[in-house]
């Protein structure tokens, strides 16, 4: 307890902690899930730019004021440029070695060596793998339904199968199609790794409490399944590409380029029709890079590509499949834009130009990120002490190692913000109304130097699937959909509870 002391030293009101859990009792009952958790935080002291609360022992600032949270994610990024992670990296290398553990000139370089791999024009390369994934897993399902099999998906299972199969081969040069081979190995191990409801609370309690000690006696957050898995998976692909010169445009390729240093950034080709809720590249991820990234540190990208974008695209999925079963005129409105562009195809293959040509489907996947925002809070740690000036004459001081929390669905949900915020309403993102949102009220994917590498590749994704789906099927209700939906207990991630039961019921032409 003798952290306890911290914010009332400070003048800043906070919510009193209990011995070793600090402000977390109520997650660690398992009383609420990550939004309420969340929502409770931010509606506490509502009328305080700044609050208190406590991970178990330490003390963490609650940001709740937007032009607060940009001053210390963008302006002063310098201060504040890394995560809080308790993994360390001799036990766990793939993951804490990994973009989003990185930390201080070696996050910089590594963002700087990944961030090429992510522009529009790289994504329009490896488009032609998503669309691949797209059409042929629709069209197994529609076998499978001809032949019989029910049309009654759990949806999130449903999903994970598409973003499994899309990062399987664009993160690992592998080819699966969950739908027919539900067995495959990247499918069961992926699955269950990733899937942070599996992780025991207690678990999670100790590394945040003791990090040290769970290093020491060499303890890992993630089973060790996966590790090996793609360990001895992409070791042999690293090799298999270099030896026969395979080009497949996929990530692979874009990390052997960049081990080379032969990838840049190729601003000049950079792609109209971005889609609204892309983030962009930071000057930091823009700069040139000349250093040498071991075998391991370029696996620990993929491995973290592959942990980011698995649970929170297939999450996405499942809530915009959500919204279309409650939202039925949407449904309607996107599927006239997705018919409309298949029959300009006339037969032909559906290309990037036109999935980022779709005004509605963007207006209704930034909706959904704004209503369902995957990553709920987000941290930094302060890397370099500075004095916070703010409300006329307040100072705070910000010591290195302490962290901060910015509430994204919290802010996503504010009525003052958002009007109807309850509501799903793709209107807000029309031309009309998009501009008048800051990159701090809406911010999915984060916000300044450190957001999201993946929002194109993500956004590209959900879009490429929803035209395949969309055109193919209209999205119904069953007697066992629960409405509305309820979220496991657990503090880190949505994760929905019992999942959600679509009906897929074929159009005809
Ligand atoms: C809808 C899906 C996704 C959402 C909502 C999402 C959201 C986020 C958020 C909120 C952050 C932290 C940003 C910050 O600290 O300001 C983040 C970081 C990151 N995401 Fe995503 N993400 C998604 C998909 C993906 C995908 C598909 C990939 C990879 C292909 C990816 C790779 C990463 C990486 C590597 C980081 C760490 C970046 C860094 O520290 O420099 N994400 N993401």
Redesign the pocket.
């Known amino acids: 307890t003798n952290t306890f002391d911290y914010f009332e030293k400070r003048g800043i009101p906070y919510n009193k902690p209990l011995f070793l859990v600090g402000s977390r009792l109520s997650v660690i009952l398992k009383n609420c899930d990550i939004i309420e958790n969340v929502q409770q935080l931010y509606k506490e002291f509502r009328n305080d730019k700044i609050s208190g609360m406590f991970e178990y022992k330490h003390p963490v600032y609650f940001i709740r004021d937007p032009e607060i949270i940009k001053k210390l994610?963008i302006k002063e990024f310098e201060h504040f440029t890394d995560?809080r992670l308790v993994i360390d990296e001799n036990v766990e290398p793939l993951f804490a070695k990994?973009?989003?553990g990185?930390t201080g000139q070696k996050?910089k370089d590594?963002?700087a060596t990944?961030s090429p791999a992510?522009t529009g024009s790289k994504m329009r390369l490896m488009f032609n793998l998503m669309n691949q994934v797209g059409s042929q897993m629709t069209s197994t399902i529609r076998d499978q339904i001809n032949e019989g099999i029910s049309n009654e998906v759990e949806f999130k299972d449903f999903a994970k199968k598409f973003t499994l199969d899309i990062?399987a081969t664009?993160?690992f040069g592998i080819e699966v199609n969950s739908f027919k081979h539900p067995d495959n190995d990247f499918f069961k191990i992926g699955g269950k790794a990733t899937n942070f409801a599996n992780i025991p609370i207690y678990k999670l309690v100790l590394f945040f409490l003791l990090p040290d000690l769970m290093a020491k006696l060499r303890i890992k957050l993630l089973d060790n399944d996966l590790y090996e898995f793609l360990d001895v998976t992409m070791t042999d692909t690293f090799s298999e590409r270099e030896k026969r010169g395979i080009v497949r445009n996929d990530?692979i390729d874009l990390l052997l380029q960049a081990k080379k240093g032969n990838l840049t950034h190729d601003e000049d080709q950079e792609i109209s029709n971005e889609s609204f809720a892309a983030v962009e590249e930071s000057d930091i991820g823009k700069h040139k890079v000349k250093r040498n990234w071991t075998d391991e540190e370029l696996l620990a990208?993929c491995f973290?590509?592959f942990f980011?974008?698995?649970e929170?695209?297939s999450?996405?999925m499942t809530l915009l499949a959500y919204e279309l079963l409650l939202n039925p005129e949407v449904q309607t409105k996107l599927q006239h834009e997705i018919d409309k562009v298949a029959q300009s195809l006339n037969g032909k293959e559906l290309t990037y130009e036109r999935v980022q040509s779709m005004k509605y489907m963007d207006m209704v996947v930034s909706e959904t990120?704004r209503k369902w925002?995957?990553?709920p809070l987000?941290?930094?740690k302060c890397t370099k002490p500075f004095t916070l000036e703010y409300d006329d004459g307040k100072k705070l001081d910000f010591e290195i190692g302490r962290n901060f929390y910015f509430p994204?669905y919290a802010i996503h949900h504010d009525p003052v913000y958002y009007p109807n915020p309850e509501k799903f309403n793709p209107e807000r993102f029309s031309d009309e109304n998009k501009d008048k949102l800051s990159n701090v009220l809406y911010?999915?994917?984060?916000?300044?130097?450190?957001?999201?590498?993946?929002?194109r590749?993500?956004?590209l994704?959900?879009k490429t699937i929803f035209y395949y789906l969309l055109l193919n099927f209209n999205f119904e209700a069953t007697s066992k959909t629960k409405v509305p939906l309820k979220f496991v207990k657990v503090p880190t991630i949505f994760v929905i509870d019992g999942g959600l039961d679509v009906k897929l019921v074929p159009r005809t032409s």
């Open positions: 994610t995560h990994g973009l989003f990185l996050w590594m963002r990944l992510f990062i664009c993160a990530i990208q973290g590509f980011a974008g698995f929170t695209v999450t996405v990120l925002p995957p990553a987000v941290d930094r994204i911010s999915p994917f984060g916000i300044g130097p450190r957001s999201c590498i993946g929002s590749f993500a956004i994704e959900v």
